[in-house]
């Protein structure tokens, strides 16, 4: 039996076993430990615990940026800093609409990368969605919705450079007319169809147009009946000291950092520098003023830094199951399956589903666009398929991939700075994934014939 048929076995039980439990964790472990199994057989314990050490090396800059994140907000948290910027925005912030419409801005202004976007705007919008009593789980939802859907869709991100100078690198880009990946880039924009139709859906949403579907429904009506803004199973992620009073905060001391954040990493280009500053812009702001003590400070950083471990380990376990398929060829056993259907008018749409079923079960999507784009070009090149399609195709499998799968790193961060659990915040925006994924492969379909 091919190795690329067992990973995709694999990665179906894994999904399967986690949607049916709510317990995604096990599944990975195991799914991971088995994929070793049949790479490297007797040695397959050793193998996999050196992976889990290659897995940390390559991905160090992640675990310390979201650990230093919770740090920051732990941070301004105690210093009630959060509490000062939701006591402000609140009186704007009146109602359901204009809460979950501010929210969406904000996504909208903070682009330059989906971390920055979903950790920084979580901290910002906690306590108003609370005060509203909206449930946390469309906190999530709006969080993850214009995460990566957004700084695809503007040129001047972290996702725009990756995709141009992937895309300037195939020669059937080059042979279209392109000089640069950056004017491949923006061609493409206007077909990248997940990302603008996911976003039509979170502004439908936020306007009350967008009914309340499936386990997001049953989130409003748990709020409605009990007045709990998250389920009892998101309790462990929420710290009630922080949730309740902060009537005294001041707006600066969120404002501040939270200004040396956006701008440094907007700047630089950094988000390790940016945080670093952000945290060291706590210290000069509150340590003067008393507002915490000295003795205390650092103590507060290594909580926050521990209060992100859960979904660090979860990122580990993902990135671990990625590396684990790869080795077993999942990739080119999808696209061999596929091949026979390739047509060049099809193709656009074969590669969107394709780079989606890729990234949502690896949890990979800035790895499999990367594996993917020099097999896809030159088979629709071959067969007279569109390249900027294509380039859409792909891009819009990433940003699938990102927002979808629900345990890769963007979906994990924003349950995370939601506060609550991960398959919770999954499962309530899945019904909305759905419709966008199914209108995208409408488009490229619709797309494939009239280009």
């Given at each position: 039996?091919?190795?690329?048929?067992?990973?995709?076995?694999?990665?179906?039980?894994?999904?399967?076993?986690?949607?049916?439990?709510?317990?995604?964790?096990?599944?990975?472990?195991?799914?991971?430990?088995?994929?070793?199994?049949?790479?490297?057989?007797?040695?397959?314990?050793?193998?996999?615990?050196?992976?889990?050490?290659?897995?940390?090396?390559?991905?160090?800059?992640?675990?310390?940026?979201?650990?230093?994140?919770?740090?920051?907000?732990?941070?301004?948290?105690?210093?009630?800093?959060?509490?000062?910027?939701?006591?402000?925005?609140?009186?704007?912030?009146?109602?359901?609409?204009?809460?979950?419409?501010?929210?969406?801005?904000?996504?909208?202004?903070?682009?330059?990368?989906?971390?920055?976007?979903?950790?920084?705007?979580?901290?910002?919008?906690?306590?108003?969605?609370?005060?509203?009593?909206?449930?946390r789980e469309s906190l999530a939802f709006m969080l993850d919705a214009t995460g990566a859907p957004v700084?695809?869709?503007?040129?001047?991100?972290?996702?725009?450079?990756?995709?141009?100078?992937?895309?300037?690198?195939?020669?059937?880009?080059?042979?279209?007319?392109?000089?640069?990946?950056?004017?491949?880039?923006?061609?493409?924009?206007?077909?990248?169809?997940?990302?603008?139709?996911?976003?039509?859906?979170?502004?439908?949403?936020?306007?009350?147009?967008?009914?309340?579907?499936?386990?997001?429904?049953?989130?409003?009506?748990?709020?409605?009946?009990?007045?709990?803004?998250?389920?009892?199973?998101?309790?462990?992620?929420?710290?009630?000291?922080?949730?309740?009073?902060?009537?005294?905060?001041?707006?600066?001391?969120?404002?501040?950092?939270?200004?040396?954040?956006?701008?440094?990493?907007?700047?630089?280009?950094?988000?390790?520098?940016?945080?670093?500053?952000?945290?060291?812009?706590?210290?000069?702001?509150?340590?003067?003023?008393?507002?915490?003590?000295?003795?205390?400070?650092?103590?507060?950083?290594?909580?926050?830094?521990g209060d992100m471990l859960p979904t660090l380990f979860l990122l580990l376990l993902a990135f671990l199951?990625?590396?684990?398929?790869?080795?077993?060829?999942?990739?080119?056993?999808?696209?061999?399956?596929?091949?026979?259907?390739?047509?060049?008018?099809?193709?656009?749409?074969?590669?969107?589903?394709?780079?989606?079923?890729?990234?949502?079960?690896?949890?990979?999507?800035?790895?499999?666009?990367?594996?993917?784009?020099?097999?896809?070009?030159?088979?629709?090149?071959?067969?007279?398929?569109?390249?900027?399609?294509?380039?859409?195709?792909?891009?819009?499998?990433?940003?699938?991939?990102?927002?979808?799968?629900?345990?890769?790193?963007?979906?994990?961060?924003?349950?995370?700075?939601?506060?609550?659990?991960?398959?919770?915040?999954?499962?309530?925006?899945?019904?909305?994934?759905?419709?966008?994924?199914?209108?995208?492969?409408?488009?490229?379909?619709?797309?494939?014939?009239?280009?």
């Amino acid at each position: 039996m091919s190795q690329g048929l067992i990973a995709l076995i694999i990665i179906l039980v894994v999904i399967v076993g986690a949607v049916l439990t709510h317990r995604c964790e096990e599944f990975m472990i195991a799914g991971s430990l088995i994929g070793a199994i049949f790479v490297y057989g007797g040695s397959f314990l050793t193998e996999w615990c050196n992976l889990i050490q290659e897995t940390i090396t390559d991905n160090v800059w992640i675990f310390v940026v979201c650990g230093l994140f919770g740090s920051l907000i732990a941070l301004l948290q105690t210093a009630k800093g959060s509490f000062g910027f939701s006591r402000v925005v609140s009186k704007y912030c009146n109602t359901e609409r204009k809460t979950l419409l501010t929210t969406f801005v904000l996504g909208v202004l903070i682009f330059v990368d989906d971390y920055l976007n979903v950790l920084s705007i979580g901290a910002c919008m906690k306590g108003v969605y609370d005060k509203r009593k909206i449930p946390r789980e469309s906190l999530a939802f709006m969080l993850d919705a214009t995460g990566a859907p957004v700084c695809v869709l503007l040129p001047f991100s972290t996702w725009a450079v990756f995709y141009a100078s992937l895309f300037i690198e195939q020669q059937s880009v080059l042979d279209y007319g392109f000089t640069s990946g950056f004017q491949a880039y923006i061609s493409a924009i206007p077909f990248c169809f997940y990302p603008i139709l996911i976003l039509i859906v979170v502004v439908l949403f936020s306007l009350g147009i967008m009914p309340k579907l499936g386990t997001m429904k049953k989130a409003y009506q748990r709020v409605e009946e009990t007045g709990k803004v998250y389920s009892d199973a998101s309790r462990k992620f929420n710290h009630e000291e922080f949730l309740e009073g902060g009537e005294d905060g001041n707006i600066w001391d969120f404002i501040l950092p939270m200004g040396v954040l956006v701008a440094v990493a907007i700047v630089t280009g950094d988000l390790l520098v940016a945080v670093v500053l952000a945290i060291a812009c706590c210290m000069i702001l509150f340590l003067p003023r008393k507002i915490i003590p000295g003795s205390d400070f650092f103590g507060i950083i290594v909580k926050g830094f521990g209060d992100m471990l859960p979904t660090l380990f979860l990122l580990l376990l993902a990135f671990l199951l990625e590396k684990v398929t790869e080795q077993m060829a999942l990739t080119e056993f999808v696209i061999e399956i596929a091949e026979p259907l390739l047509t060049g008018s099809l193709f656009p749409m074969i590669t969107f589903i394709i780079v989606a079923a890729l990234c949502f079960a690896t949890g990979s999507f800035w790895g499999m666009s990367a594996v993917v784009a020099p097999i896809v070009f030159p088979l629709g090149a071959a067969i007279s398929a569109n390249p900027v399609l294509i380039m859409a195709a792909i891009i819009s499998g990433g940003a699938f991939g990102s927002h979808a799968c629900f345990y890769c790193d963007a979906t994990l961060l924003s349950s995370s700075s939601a506060g609550i659990d991960n398959m919770e915040h999954a499962m309530s925006q899945l019904p909305y994934v759905a419709i966008a994924a199914g209108l995208s492969v409408i488009c490229f379909l619709i797309c494939g014939f009239v280009f």
